[in-house]
Structure formats: C-alpha cells, structure tokens
C-alpha cells in the first residue's frame, strides 16, 4: 500500500505555542499549550484533529490563520501547498486560500444582515450574484439575505457561516466545532457539505470533540492529546484496536460505545502541570522511564506516532 | 394593534413624567423648608436686616410666606401650577418662566455646544485608544482620562480661568456679554466669545467619560468572536473596524452620549457659577440660596423633564437603530 500519494494543501510540522502569562505579582511564566504539532491535509482529504475540550484545538485553528493574541509565541513550519507560510503570506491567504467556519452564530456581526454579512460589505453586483448562488446552493431562501443574525435558526446560521466560509473559493476549510447544537439531520448535512467540498479537490481540517462524527466523515484522524498530536491515522484504521499506534488513541477506541464504553480512568495533564517526555505516561499501562525522555515522532504504515512503544510489528 | 402599542408606550412614559415631576416637586419644597436660611436676611442683605425695623421685618416675612406652614405653601403653588401660572420669582421680582425663559436660553447654548464637543471627542478618542490598545496613543489617552474624570469641575474652571483670562488674557473672565452690554445689546460673536471658556470646561470633563466607556466598548469588539471570523475571512483590520465596529459601538455612544445630558446638567451649575455665567444652573443656586421655592422648584422640573426627555429619546432611537429590538419587540 502506498501512502501520501496526493499533493499536500497544508502542512504543519512541530508546531507550538505558548502564551506569555503573568503569573503571582509580576513574575512572566510562558505557558505551553500546543507542542511538537504535527498534522497534514492533502488534496481531496478531511483530516479530523480530535481532541478533549479544553486540549487548545481551536488555538491550532488561530494559528494556522495566524489570529493568536499578540502575547503568543508561535513556533514550527507551517507550509501551504507546499510554500512556506509567514506573517504576510497568512494575511493575504486569510479568505482566500484558508477559511474559517467557526462553531456558532457568535461569530456573526449582530448588527449585520446576513447577505451583507456573506458578501462582506461589498455591493458590487458580481458579489451579490456570488452570495445568492450560495445561499441557493444551501438552500436559504433568498429573502434570508435580510434577516440578521438574531432572526436566523440554528441550521440557517450554520449555513450562513458556511456560505461566508465559501465566498472566496478557499482551497482549506478550518471547520473548527461546526456541529455542536446541530441536531443529527443537520450535522449530517453540515458534513456532507464538507464532503462535497473535499471531493472537489480540496481539503478540510476538521477540528472537533467528537470521534464518532469524526470516523463518519474524515480520511484520516490526527488524535490531540494534552497540546499535541500523538497519532495521525487513516480512518480505516480505527476498525480495530489492534491497527492503532498509541496507547491514547487505542484507549479512546476502547470507548466507543461499540468497543466496549469502556472509560481510560484519570484526566488530561494542566498545562501548568505537564509531565515529563510523553505527556500520557502517568496513564499509560506501558509506561516505563524511559517514556519521560525524548519522544520522537515515528512513521508507521501510513501513519504517525509518538510513542517510544510503538513498533511496526504491532500490526496483526 | 400597531396604534395601540404606540398609545399605551405613551401613556406609560407621560405617567413617568407626572409622577416623576410631582416628587421632585415635593422634594424641593421640603428642602427649601428645612433649609435654615432666612430668606429675609439673605436677600436685604446684613447691614439692612440689623437696621430694619421690626414691622418692616415682618413685613417682608410676609412676603417671602416665612411663617406659612410648607403643606400649605405647597398647596397654594400646586393649585396655581394646574392652571398654568408658575408664581413669580421672590428674587428676582419676576415671573418664574420669564426668568427661566431668560437663564434657559443661554445655558442651552452652553450645554449643546459642550454636549457636542465631548460627544464627538469623546468617541473619537475613545476609538483610537481602543484600536491602540496599550500603545503609547492609548497611554496618553487613558492617563488624560482618568485624571479629568477625578477632576472637580470648579476647581478646572479656576484652572481655566487663571490659565486662560487671567494670565493670557485670550477670554474674558466671567459673564455672557461684556460689562456694560446688555444681552439684547450683544453682538452673537460677543456672546459666543464669552460662551468658550466655560463650554470647554464644561466639555472637557464630559469628554473624559465618554472617552473611557467607548474605549472599553471599542476593545470589546475587538475581542468579539465576530470580530475574529472578519478577520479570518481576509477582511484587514482597518475594514473589519470600518464594517463591525462603528455600526456596534453607535448604540451603547448613543445611549451614552444622552445619559450624558444629565451630568453636563449637573456641571453646568458649578461652571456657570465659576464663570458667573447668568444661565440656569446659576439661577438655581442663587434660588436656593435665597429660599426662593417658587423658581428652584421649576429649576427642578424643567432639569427633570430635560433629563427624562433625553433618556427617552435615547431609548427610542435605540429601537429605531437596533434591529434586535426594532424586528423583535418594537416599543417597550
């Protein structure tokens, strides 16, 4: 089996971030949330991060748009078809080449009405027949141009922020949470919309909580741990236990309802309180010392992982 | 339906105002009764009183009704208000409204000019210290701020004074046409000249406030959620202000800037008082002073229905600005 045969749209290498926080009086602590990030999409490719609340996936989303506060230190490659990303080039691709679709109605202007708010102000008329095409390819009914934010039910919203998202014929969606408060038709639909969008030759970063939805619709999943990923999978692998890479990841197979619902006892690390070397050790039944040294990143199958334990010859 | 939603709004917001109006009323009449001024002393003068003899004194009593029971007077003043006389001006020696009518007109000119100023800077400043937040713009602003805003109002406009007719001679030091002219006789740029010093006093300490609330509203917004996605949707910084944060910030500047016209109220009596200025806020201090109920009274009200009547009008351009409120529930 080959693997990586397809033209990359984004890649992120070891990325990390960390926020410059005052902490008791006037001490400064640098405060690591994400480290050594890795994860790629390709063309044509949903790729999930999949992650518990809290675990910093959305801060992945802001910096990938280069939209972290300003006390954040951002470090990694991040390359966009194959080109470097920097400063500058981020800002001219924001829209453009990578979009945002956030995870609620928040996110639109409240004063606002939703055609203009699709169109971003513009009026000229080739904005205007862009946005109504959208809006039908959705099926928003042409007089939800007018409505504001307020007036538009949650699936109606969700596609307003979709539309927005599509505006400007991006190559990469970040999807970051798009399917909470969505009842099951719904995110089904929000998700086949993605789909559509990938088969195109696009490509999709899906950032969510949620496995099942994530196995339902990804090629691959890249599973976030504590502030990074520690296994990048094709989704197919995630038919059995035995064809994981890391003992999180396995953990979380066991609980999924039809493995099992068996719960991995214990809680991610704080960041203020991170673990030494491989941030599961304290709950990995493998551990051993030498899990708190350096953790490299190793290439299974078609695959990634970070665990000294993992070896090739775990397939079955 | 529609028509009935609109009479009832009204007629709740005219209730508001009579009961509004009869408190203040009978506030200001109670604190004119307790008040241990002696009207008579206060208004012959010390040398007079000491030389007056007693019929004479009782006399004047009489006439300033120091012996009349405070129910009695505020009865006697009510049923007189029903038909529409507002009593004379004790003080003065002038019916109420024409002196009002007099004092009105030039702190109105005072007010709205310092309304204005400070409306209009104080947003103005208020923006950019919110887009600079922590820059050195946002530093200057903000210091300049908050100290105005712990600034006392006189003691300014003795600053003002000292600084800009004493020293500099640029303004003249008090009243609203120069010494010797009459109001009907001055010229508007005569009137205006003299109308500068105590505006920008006044303005200066309204803008300070405005400044500070538009500033946090301005950082806000740009910490908004939607904020964010403009900008994640390629809109630049200077676009995504231009499209969410002026048409965001225009309610709570709004409301603002009409809750304002009571504290520009309140500032004008100690300015006008500073720079003898013969406007409302001075009348009033002198009707207090004097234990003239009669026009403090209607100093009172006319603030009262002033104030109301700005915070009504704030409320219902709210529901003609804001489409939450304009689609989802109309008037009140």
């Not at chain 1, 939703?114 to 095409?133: C, F, L, T, Y």
């Not at chain 1, 399917?179 to 995110?187: I, N, R, V």
């Not at chain 2, 701020?145 to 004074?161: I, R």
Request: charged content about 20%; glycine content about 8%; proline content about 5%.
């Amino acid at each position: 089996m080959t693997c990586l045969t397809k033209k990359h749209i984004l890649e992120i290498e070891n990325l990390s971030v960390s926020f410059l926080q005052y902490d008791k009086g006037m001490r400064q602590r640098s405060l690591q949330v994400i480290t050594n990030l890795s994860v790629s999409v390709h063309e044509g490719e949903i790729v999930a991060v999949v992650g518990a609340s809290g675990s910093g996936k959305s801060l992945l989303a802001h910096a990938v748009l280069g939209l972290l506060p300003a006390n954040a230190d951002v470090s990694g490659t991040l390359r966009f078809e194959g080109k470097p990303l920097t400063a500058a080039s981020i800002a001219a691709l924001r829209g453009k080449g990578i979009t945002l679709v956030p995870q609620s109605i928040a996110y639109l202007d409240p004063l606002l009405k939703a055609g203009k708010a699709v169109r971003k102000n513009k009026r000229d008329a080739g904005a205007r027949k862009k946005q109504r095409e959208l809006f039908a390819h959705f099926q928003l009914d042409p007089a939800t141009e007018n409505l504001y934010p307020f007036e538009l039910s949650g699936g109606m919203a969700r596609r307003v922020l979709l539309a927005a998202a599509l505006m400007d014929d991006p190559r990469l969606i970040i999807a970051d949470e798009p399917t909470p408060g969505l009842d099951l038709e719904l995110a089904k639909k929000a998700l086949a919309d993605f789909r559509a969008f990938a088969d195109q030759g696009n490509g999709v970063l899906l950032i969510t909580h949620d496995i099942e939805l994530a196995l339902s619709v990804a090629d691959r999943i890249a599973v976030f741990y504590a502030g990074t990923t520690v296994e990048e999978a094709p989704v197919i692998d995630f038919e059995a236990e035995t064809t994981l890479r890391h003992p999180y990841t396995k953990a979380l197979w066991r609980a999924l309802p039809e493995n099992g619902f068996a719960a991995l006892p214990g809680n991610q690390p704080y960041v203020k309180a991170m673990p030494k070397g491989c941030p599961f050790g304290p709950r990995c039944s493998l551990f051993s010392p030498s899990c708190e040294g350096e953790i490299p990143l190793k290439t299974i199958r078609c695959g990634t992982v970070r665990c000294i334990k993992a070896t090739g010859s775990v397939e079955v | 339906m529609k028509r009935n939603r609109l009479l009832n709004f009204v007629g709740k917001q005219a209730a508001k105002l009579i009961i509004l109006i009869v408190v203040i009323s009978m506030v200001a009449f109670f604190l004119v009764a307790v008040s241990p001024i002696d009207p008579v002393q206060m208004n012959t003068g010390q040398a007079a009183y000491a030389n007056m003899s007693l019929e004479k004194r009782a006399q004047l009593e009489e006439y300033w009704g120091v012996n009349t029971p405070v129910v009695e007077k505020y009865t006697n003043w009510a049923k007189d208000i029903i038909h529409g006389d507002w009593g004379t001006s004790l003080r003065f020696n002038q019916p109420v409204l024409s002196v009002i009518a007099e004092r009105f007109t030039n702190s109105l000119l005072l007010m709205i000019v310092a309304w204005l100023f400070s409306g209009v800077f104080g947003l103005l400043l208020g923006i950019a210290a919110g887009v600079y937040r922590g820059k050195l713009v946002d530093k200057i602003i903000k210091g300049y701020a908050l100290t105005l805003a712990s600034t006392p109002t006189f003691w300014l406009g003795l600053l003002m004074l000292m600084i800009f007719a004493v020293w500099l001679s640029w303004f003249p030091f008090g009243f609203s046409t120069p010494i010797g002219v009459s109001a009907a006789e001055a010229t508007l740029g005569q009137r205006l000249y003299h109308l500068i010093l105590p505006a920008l006093t006044l303005s200066i300490i309204g803008v300070a406030n405005i400044a500070l609330h538009t500033r946090e509203k301005v950082i806000d917004i740009m910490e908004s959620d939607f904020y964010l996605f403009a900008l994640a949707r390629g809109e630049s910084r200077g676009e995504a202000l231009r499209h969410h944060c002026l048409r965001n910030l225009l309610l709570p500047a709004m409301t603002l800037q009409f809750a304002s016209i009571s504290e520009i109220f309140g500032g004008s009596v100690l300015v006008e008082q500073v720079f003898s200025y013969p406007g409302l806020g001075q009348a009033a201090v002198s009707a207090g002073i004097g234990g003239d109920a009669a026009l403090l009274v209607a100093i009172a009200i006319i603030s009262a229905c002033f104030v109301f009547c700005g915070n009504l009008i704030a409320n219902i351009l709210y529901g003609v600005v804001d489409p939450r409120i304009r689609r989802g529930h109309g008037l009140g």
